[in-house]
């Protein structure tokens, strides 16, 4: 696993290996993970989504506690994966870093709890799988706005997006600070802390 740019994020970049019958490749390596991360996955639920050319997800993230870290993969098309530094007092609040994850080069990324998340989808039935460290609660998600240009994503040129309702009313990165809504990086470093000293026995 490489970090990325934005603490507490990595990409795995696996070894795909074809023949005749089609291709073989592992996404997730719990030995790797914990040298990475210096704690096991959390994993409480596992999602899909399926999403046509042009529509954007996010940027979504989660009160911490509990938050929500995310594994995530592209099995089928392609998607411009985006991670979000949101934690308040972060040393790289605000910073972004996008993968590309498609079902060529099977890469996966992992970001941890307080984190935000957003993809792209670059083709049509883009299928993005995505084990989280906790189950969806509606109480504790929040999005705040991808286009927002104080976040300054860099979203691939010739594609419209095209975001839900609720998306689309997301309030600007300056709004979400303002309105006390984003994670404070202390909680989520005390987080950290506390999975690697193995104080969490499931997810939670």
């Known amino acids: 696993m490489r970090a990325l740019d934005v603490a507490d994020a990595w990409v795995l970049e696996p070894t795909v290996f074809p023949d005749g019958r089609g291709t073989f490749h592992e996404w997730y390596r719990g030995a790797e993970f914990r040298a990475a991360t210096g704690y096991d996955l959390p994993l409480a639920q ?3 989504s399926v ?5 954007l997800r996010g940027v979504h993230f989660s009160d911490v506690p509990p938050g929500q870290a995310k594994w995530v993969s592209c099995l089928r098309g392609a998607v411009l994966d985006v991670v979000v530094d949101l934690r308040t007092g972060s040393p790289t609040y605000r910073r972004w870093e996008a993968v590309r994850l498609d079902d060529t080069d099977r890469r996966a990324v992992f970001l941890a709890e307080g984190l935000g998340h957003a993809f792209l989808a670059l083709t049509d039935d883009a299928t993005v799988v995505y ?3 906790s189950g969806y609660a509606p109480e504790h ?4 706005h991808a286009l927002d240009p104080g976040l300054g994503i860099e979203w691939p040129s010739g ?5 839900s309702e609720k998306d689309a009313a997301a309030p600007t ?10 994670p404070s990086y202390a909680r989520c470093a005390d987080r950290y802390r506390r999975l690697r000293e193995g104080e969490f026995s499931g997810p939670s």
């Open 46 to 48: 596992a999602n899909c």
């Open 51 to 55: 999403s046509r050319r042009g529509v």
């Open 131 to 133: 084990l989280t460290s």
């Open 141 to 144: 998600e929040h999005g705040v």
């Open 159 to 163: 594609i419209t997006p095209l975001l």
């Open 173 to 182: 990165l300056a709004e979400a600070e303002r309105a006390g809504l984003l």
